[in-house]
């Protein structure tokens, strides 16, 4: 009698209708998300990466590395996670460093998360140069 009880449940709560929630896109909040977000290969966006990028080596490993070239620079995915959420669109590149290794970055351009909430942030991971783990493992933080 126990199984049967348990078996009517089960059939019950999973032919119960999943609760929706509303779906607002960003762009009409009270506080909203502009979708217009630069494009991957944009020179801002690159230059961005390759400014910070020398700086952190410099200021807290010591390091003299710099991003040389950036190449096959390609969207990997724009608002993957739907409209109610922060616009962002990720990016992936090969990068030639100064060491003469090739590593990919991955980054993410995202709207209205720049300094103080004006224009576009970029969040960005050289594989294999990710030295306080921020974005671990191996990067993955940085992805879709």
Same mark, same amino acid.
């Given at each position: 009698?126990? $199984? #049967? @009880?348990?078996?009517? $449940? +089960?059939?019950?709560?999973? $032919?119960?209708? @999943?609760?929706?929630?509303?779906?607002?896109? @960003?762009?009409?909040?009270?506080?909203?998300?502009?979708?217009?977000? &630069? #494009?991957?290969?944009? %020179? #801002? *966006?690159?230059?961005?990466?390759?400014?910070?990028?020398?700086?952190?080596?410099? /200021?807290?490993?010591?390091? &003299?590395?710099?991003?040389?070239?950036?190449? %096959? *620079?390609?969207? !990997?995915? +724009?608002? &993957?996670?739907?409209?109610?959420?922060?616009?962002?669109?990720?990016?992936?590149? +090969?990068?030639? !460093?100064?060491? %003469?290794? /090739?590593?990919? *970055?991955?980054?993410? *351009?995202?709207?209205?998360? %720049?300094?103080?909430?004006?224009?576009?942030?970029?969040?960005?991971?050289?594989?294999?140069?990710?030295? =306080?783990?921020?974005?671990? &493992? =191996?990067?993955?933080? $940085?992805?879709?």
């Amino acid at each position: 009698m126990r $199984a #049967a @009880a348990a078996i009517i $449940a +089960t059939i019950l709560i999973s $032919a119960t209708p @999943a609760i929706a929630r509303d779906v607002r896109p @960003a762009e009409i909040r009270e506080q909203s998300f502009s979708g217009s977000m &630069p #494009a991957c290969d944009d %020179g #801002a *966006v690159l230059g961005h990466i390759s400014s910070y990028f020398a700086l952190r080596e410099f /200021k807290y490993w010591n390091s &003299p590395l710099r991003i040389v070239h950036f190449e %096959g *620079v390609q969207s !990997v995915a +724009t608002r &993957p996670w739907g409209l109610d959420h922060i616009p962002r669109r990720f990016c992936s590149a +090969t990068v030639l !460093v100064s060491d %003469g290794v /090739k590593r990919r *970055v991955d980054f993410s *351009v995202r709207s209205g998360l %720049g300094f103080a909430g004006m224009g576009s942030g970029v969040d960005w991971c050289i594989q294999g140069l990710d030295r =306080n783990h921020a974005q671990s &493992p =191996n990067c993955r933080m $940085a992805q879709p």
